[in-house]
């Protein structure tokens, strides 16, 4: 049963430590970071089948960023999750870290496949899910892309061949939150009309607000029941959504804030949800 408050509450303790592992850094990736919280929560903490004591374990579900860069919100979740202390947070993007800007599979525990070179964590998931296939695994590989990297066409390559295999054990998430490095997405390539791109590619296709953990779940539990075809789920989404000084800001792909000010915005944060810090 899906509890719903539960997932609240650790999506929001998420989004602090993503602020306060940036904030110590001094700058990065909050925008992208923040726009995919609940997706990870979601994930991690109702429906992939893992374990963090064994993160290697063979027929586990797997997980790839292929937008890397919104890495300190997934090592926020595996600390959270418990792949590695929290106190190593503090140590994102420094000289001999183990939590880089970009997700790095040789360098994280509990980090499936390398993100960040856009479109080749796609390409990636589709190969790791074939794998689970042709190992006869009862396992899934989730993968979550931008709405920018969709203008990558290692994605339709990926996209065309995963439908190929119909591979039902692929499910995939955009991140579509608008905006990408330079702007909006609407100003730079426009990606109106996605739905359409995927279900021409063989996909089977949902939309839904991705700040919802009801539609996340009703969403993933209709693609578990659809055969045959790998399955797109579109989030509609806020980028820099709980680091309220990012929000609406063009700006907020990378931001640089310090510690003090990583303490203010969730101490804001924490007001608007109504919960005391």
């Not at 418990?82 to 140590?91: V, W």
């Not at 700040?211 to 509609?236: E, N, S, Y």
């Not at 980028?239 to 003090?260: L, R, T, W, Y």
Request: with cysteine; net charge negative.
């Amino acid at each position: 049963m899906l509890d719903v408050e539960t997932l609240k509450r650790q999506a929001l303790e998420i989004r602090k430590l993503t602020i306060m592992e940036i904030g110590h850094f001094g700058s990065g990736h909050i925008g992208g970071s923040m726009s995919i919280v609940e997706m990870l929560t979601y994930l991690y903490y109702h429906e992939m089948r893992i374990d963090p004591k064994n993160p290697k374990k063979e027929d586990r579900d797997r997980f790839v960023c292929s937008k890397g860069h919104a890495g300190p919100a997934v090592y926020a979740t595996l600390a959270s999750k418990g792949y590695f202390p929290e106190e190593m947070l503090m140590t994102l993007n420094q000289g001999g870290t183990k939590l880089p800007s970009h997700c790095d599979m040789t360098k994280t525990p509990g980090v499936d496949f390398t993100g960040g070179s856009l479109g080749q964590g796609f390409s990636a998931a589709v190969g790791i899910a074939l794998g689970q296939r042709l190992k006869k695994q009862d396992a899934r590989t989730f993968v979550v892309i931008g709405d920018g990297e969709s203008q990558e066409g290692e994605i339709w390559e990926g996209a065309e061949t995963a439908a190929q295999w119909k591979l039902d054990n692929l499910i995939a998430f955009t991140d579509f939150n608008r905006q990408q490095l330079d702007g909006r997405t609407e100003d730079i390539v426009c990606m109106d009309g996605i739905e359409t791109r995927w279900e021409g590619f063989g996909w089977h296709v949902q939309r839904i607000n991705g700040h919802d953990f009801t539609q996340i779940d009703d969403a993933v539990q209709r693609a578990k029941a659809v055969t045959g075809r790998p399955h797109m789920i579109i989030l509609d989404t806020q980028k820099s959504h709980g680091f309220i000084p990012g929000e609406g800001s063009v700006k907020n792909h990378s931001m640089a804030f310090d510690e003090n000010a990583a303490r203010e915005a969730v101490a804001e944060l924490y007001a608007r949800e109504g919960v005391k810090a």
